[in-house]
């Protein structure tokens, strides 16, 4: 028999379904647990869970029926033009812990994370300030202005890319850029 | 509360039918407006650079500021 203690599994599909810890579970938890953790699920049988992109689940929320469910169950046998509005209601709560607009909720994890993300580019600044500070060898001499100049003059006398590039842009006859 | 049954098939067809058509369009145009924003002037501007081009002062310029190892500037 699978058990699960916590977290999350593979399942269904080889997707990963978080279990609702769910209070309609066939199995309740038998041996004396600590306060924090949760009863274990029973992976073998069908589960319940909410999800947006895996719409229905192998079983219905409540799957232990008071007696009014039950009548109501078997009121939904008939025609639905009977129902009453809360009773469909109360149906479709006994199948489904939370609607698609409940699961679809905005949150303000958005924030938390963007947060997160500037505070280590942040430390990540400071850290390679440190390290040109104290880490970083001298230039080489090719960073020179002396040397970037005679670099450039040399680029100039071999025309490198003289019809659209980089000597196209001198005036040879001026000696100057264009 | 009866709803029409909704569309079964053919749903790949009619997104392609939609679809490709502008896809080729599309793509025929970035293909044309490339060639006459950035070929034909690139042509051009070779024409123009090439017309007016001659090698040997050119060469002759590169050798006296003296960039070849096999020719040195006519000076030395």
């Known amino acids: 028999m699978l058990r699960l203690v916590s977290g999350r599994v593979s399942g269904l599909l080889a997707r990963r379904v978080t279990p609702a810890v769910c209070t ?6 038998s041996h004396g647990h600590a306060p924090d953790v949760s009863p274990a699920v029973d992976m073998s049988r069908p589960m319940y869970w909410d999800r947006r992109d895996v719409p229905l689940p192998d079983r219905p929320f409540r799957d232990e029926l008071s007696a009014g469910d039950k009548s109501l169950k078997e009121k939904e046998k008939g025609s639905w033009k009977q129902l009453s509005n809360e009773e469909k209601i109360a149906l479709y709560r006994l ?28 430390f990540t600044g400071l850290v390679v300030w440190w390290q040109r500070v104290y880490v970083y060898p001298p230039a080489p001499r090719t960073f020179d202005p002396e040397w970037q100049q005679k670099q450039v003059q040399r680029m100039l006398d071999m025309r490198v890319n003289p019809v659209e590039g980089f000597s196209a842009k001198w005036d040879y006859e001026k000696k100057q850029w264009k | 509360m009866s709803l029409p049954k909704p569309v079964m098939r053919g749903l790949l067809g009619k997104r392609l039918r939609f679809h490709l058509p502008i896809a080729f369009t599309l793509s025929l145009a970035a293909a044309i407006a490339f060639k006459y924003t950035v070929t034909e002037p690139r042509k051009q501007a070779y024409a123009d650079f090439y017309k007016q081009y001659d090698a040997t002062k050119e060469f002759n ?5 003296g960039i070849f190892e096999s020719v040195r500037p006519s000076g030395e």
């Not at chain 1, 309609?24 to 938890?29: H, K, Q, V």
């Not at chain 1, 489904?96 to 580019?121: C, D, H």
């Open chain 2, 61 to 65: 310029a590169m050798r006296e500021a």
């Open chain 1, 95 to 122: 199948s489904f812990n939370q609607t698609y607009a409940e699961m679809k909720r905005p949150s303000a994890e958005w924030k938390t994370v963007l947060g997160g993300v500037f505070i280590f580019l942040g």
């Open chain 1, 24 to 29: 309609s579970s066939a199995r309740p938890a």
